[in-house]
């Protein structure tokens, strides 16, 4: 110990002890007295893509339980697309799945971490950010898996993708700015016929998780403008006629097919639906709780997706974690090792 230097075979202390590569850390801690706590287990933070109909009934997985993030269905609801992330390195890769024949394809291969799929509107092309040009940048890749990946939007800031509109014109992406209160991350809209970026949500609040309507003519994004996340809904391109969908905090919209509902997940957990009338005037009805999901968190992308008649969903749940995880307290175990 005076020494700082090390000698002989290492020791074997504790067997099972959990990883979580979310946080990339090892649980466990020592103390100078000699005493280790550690929590045993195995898979943290691996998730089930689950499908579940409305009334939280669970009606079938899909594929196993794994590092999932931001599960995207494709318009024609025949694939999903997928971050699938390494369970060691948490860095992850594009995959589909295809619903029809239960089989699932690697879309990007590079050791970078790419993840935020979003079809394009005929589903032949993923837009996805990946950090291999040192910050996350934005991308595209054809989904039949031929060519290369298409740099959209490269430069030094941060950028996550959210959500294409209908026409396929916009690519809605997040824009993260950090300040002396941490990051603030802005929605901003790259032209995909110019090539050019222009803010839409630039407010000293952080804005995220935007989707576009199924008509392209408004969206729903999450502000913290009232002191907390709420889910708001205005026009677009036309940033007029904003109205607060959620009651109490929400975060995560989504939309029905035909627009005339919209999805969100309260603070407790819950997804809720609400009834949206969207012409000939912007109004909203009282919120709906439909169930309580375990989805995963501290992300800014939604973790969940509903089918365009809105009468199931796939979620994106946390698995191993329904009880507490029990700590192993060893005393004295500086006296396993060899003297």
């Known amino acids: 110990a005076k020494t700082r230097t090390m000698s002989g075979e290492p020791v074997r202390l504790a067997d099972h002890v959990q990883f979580d590569a979310d946080a990339q850390a090892v649980l466990y801690t020592v103390s100078g007295n000699g005493t280790l706590v550690y929590a045993e287990g195995e898979g943290a933070g691996k998730s089930q893509l689950t499908w579940t109909a409305r009334d939280g009934k669970v009606i079938g997985t899909l594929g196993p339980p794994a590092l999932f993030y931001s599960p995207r269905i494709s318009h024609d609801e025949k694939r999903v697309a997928v971050d699938w992330s390494d369970a060691i390195s948490a860095k992850g890769d594009i995959w589909t799945f295809d619903l029809t024949h239960g089989s699932s394809t690697r879309l990007t291969f590079d050791p970078a971490n790419e993840s935020g799929p979003v079809w394009s509107p005929d589903d032949t092309q993923i837009i996805f950010h990946s950090d291999k040009a040192g910050v996350p940048n934005l991308y595209r890749r054809q989904t039949s898996g031929t060519g290369g990946d298409e740099p959209l939007l490269v430069d030094d800031t941060v ?143 939604a973790q969940y997706g509903p089918s365009k008649d809105g009468s199931k969903f796939l979620l994106n749940l946390t698995v191993g974690e329904e009880g507490t995880r029990p700590l192993t307290l060893v005393q004295n175990w500086p006296s396993s090792l060899p003297h």
Request: zero cysteines; aromatic letters at 12%; glycine letters at 8%.
């Open 159 to 301: 950028k996550y993708t959210l959500d294409a509109s209908p026409d396929g014109r916009w690519l809605a992406f997040a824009r993260v700015v950090s300040t002396g209160a941490g990051p603030n991350p802005d929605i901003w809209i790259l032209d995909l016929v110019k090539r050019s970026a222009s803010p839409l949500l630039n407010t000293p609040f952080a804005e995220s998780a935007l989707r576009f309507s199924p008509d392209g003519h408004w969206i729903a994004f999450a502000s913290t403008e009232s002191g907390a996340n709420e889910v708001y809904v205005q026009q677009f391109p036309e940033s007029k006629g904003k109205i607060v969908v959620s009651r109490n905090g929400g975060e995560w919209p989504t939309w029905r097919g035909d627009g005339r509902e919209l999805y969100y997940l309260a603070p407790d957990r819950r997804l809720m639906a609400v009834p949206m009338t969207l012409m000939p005037e912007l109004d909203s009805g009282t919120p709906i709780p439909l169930f309580g999901a375990r989805l995963r968190e501290n992300t800014p992308w």
